[in-house]
């Protein structure tokens, strides 16, 4: 069957001699351009299987449903388009350059973009307001997937064989979907997202409820700084997302850690929290703005208290200066007494609060070994006080974190 685009248009625009079922066609071969700019038609328009060599037109039209199952066309145009109900592309393939430009619409139902849907080129549907879901299940997309600016009521389902190729720079991410407000889940398991730049940019999502994103389908950098979501991310584990941050985006962001720290917090899941927290430390130092001494300061830190979140570190350190303590004093033999006052003597110099009997040892300062003998103990005072204190602090510092 053979239809011009002329006429489709003139059905829609006498919609109300329509049946209440709207307008339907399938199989149709469509000749000429099928333009529907600006029409106002409040019945569905169904055109499942049919075939134009030209790109369809939808901009500013405002229908109550629009079903485009199995459509072979260029591309489709849809800017500023309103349904009362569902926009449906599943099983469609698109062949141009830009195979769908859908900004600014306006969906009171879903969107499906399923079961075979092919776009050779971009799809961009930012800036639009989807009242139940975006779904793109089995759906191939050869370039970029633009959902920027997106408002979706109920969840986004990239996933059970969705594939997304394309970008390969930082500008431009197979997905991108900055800025974006699901009030529902974002689901991207069974999904695969590759691109020799950034595979997905969700940079600052807001995810209403679950995120779930298995990594192993990400193939590629991608961008989280300002993504937020509830609950803990699901269907990758926390070693994953540790490597995640720490090598696969593009640069060092503060807010994904905490984000991913305060998730598991909320859970009760303080352990992880603390490898969380030590593991964005390392970031920081490696890939963070510090300064030379603000560099070697964090260097420090993180060796002697995990930077507060492992103060028993300054505890083996402190062990260690008074095991150094004791040998200096022993193999020096500037120190006249018994072995058993030596070592007493190189606690009392080295301990920051307990003391030992050690009165009848004396220093022989005479002699070089008597000099070094004090000048290292002197030392390692200095240095056993600095870890007593460094534990103190990341002991208090912990307990105040957890109260």
């Not at 351009?33 to 039209?61: H, I, N, W």
């Not at 405002?62 to 449906?88: E, I, K, N, Y």
């Not at 969840?155 to 720079?169: A, K, N, P, S």
């Not at 300064?291 to 350190?317: D, E, F, N």
Request: with cysteine.
């Amino acid at each position: 069957m053979e239809i011009t685009g002329d006429e489709i248009r003139q059905r829609m625009i006498e919609h109300e001699s329509l049946d209440p079922g709207g307008y339907r066609l399938t199989g149709a071969t469509i000749t000429g351009q099928l333009d529907l700019s600006d029409v106002v038609a409040k019945k569905p328009l169904v055109l499942r299987d049919c075939t134009t060599d030209q790109p369809v037109l939808l901009d500013r039209a405002h229908f109550s449903l629009l079903d485009l199952s199995g459509l072979v066309a260029p591309a489709v145009h849809a800017r500023g388009l309103t349904l009362d109900h569902h926009l449906t592309l599943s099983g469609a393939r698109l062949s141009a350059d830009e195979s769908v430009d859908a900004l600014h619409m306006r969906i009171g139902g879903s969107v499906y973009l399923e079961d075979g849907f092919h776009a050779a080129g971009s799809v961009t549907l930012s800036s639009s307001r989807i009242a139940g879901v975006l779904a793109c299940r089995g759906a191939r997309f050869e370039a970029r997937l633009n959902v920027v600016d997106l408002h979706v009521g109920d969840g986004i389902f990239l996933m059970q064989g969705c594939e997304v190729t394309g970008g390969g720079d930082r500008q431009h991410a197979a997905v991108r979907m900055r800025g974006t407000h699901v009030d529902g889940q974002l689901v991207l398991r069974g999904g695969r997202f590759v691109s020799s730049g950034v595979a997905l940019d969700l940079r600052h999502t807001r995810i209403g409820k679950e995120l779930m994103m298995p990594l192993d389908g990400i193939e590629g950098d991608v961008q989280l700084e300002g993504m937020v979501y509830e609950g803990l991310p699901r269907d990758a584990t926390v070693d994953e997302w540790l490597t995640l941050l720490s090598t696969r985006t593009s640069y060092y962001s503060t807010q994904p850690w905490v984000q991913l720290a305060a998730a598991h917090s909320a859970a009760g899941h303080e352990r992880d929290v603390r490898r969380i927290r030590v593991a964005q430390q390392r970031d920081l130092r490696r890939r963070g703005q510090l300064s030379r001494w603000g560099r070697a300061w964090h260097l420090i830190r993180g060796a002697t208290v995990g930077h507060g979140y492992r103060p028993g570190l300054a505890l083996v350190w402190l062990a260690g200066v008074l095991a150094l303590s004791v040998g200096v004093v022993l193999l020096s033999g500037a120190v006249r007494c018994s072995t058993v006052e030596q070592v007493g003597y190189a606690l009392n110099v080295a301990t920051p609060l307990v003391k030992v009997d050690a009165t009848r040892c004396t220093v022989d300062a005479a002699t070089a070994a008597g000099r070094t003998v004090l000048a290292s103990t002197w030392l390692l005072q200095i240095l056993a006080w600095a870890f007593a204190t460094l534990f103190v602090a990341g002991f208090t510092g912990l307990v105040r974190r957890n109260a």
